[in-house]
């Protein structure tokens, strides 16, 4: 009977919680299309670094290059080991340009 009810709350608590995030977001951006690629966890080109933060969370590390005209970011996410990762994403100015996902 306990099990049965702990389930039911922790099943309630994440609908809850996954209507609250997609409230805030779509209250943030705006835009349906986007909140639900972010709830889907998916980056794209053109997303912006704060629209990538919502989506994946914030990078395992990050290696930064600043160029005569612009500002360079890799973002790494899905450590495979020392310096390696599972996905590197390539922001230009803070936008998403490319990935490489192994």
Known sequence: MFIVLGIAIIIAWNVYSTKKRREHLLIKYGDVE??????????WVGQTAEQLVDSLGSPAD???KIMKTKHREIWKYNQTGKNRYGLRITLDDHIVQT???K
């Open 62 to 64: 990050k290696s930064v």
């Open 99 to 101: 990935w490489e996902q």
């Open 34 to 43: 986007i909140v639900e690629n972010i709830m889907k966890r998916c980056f």
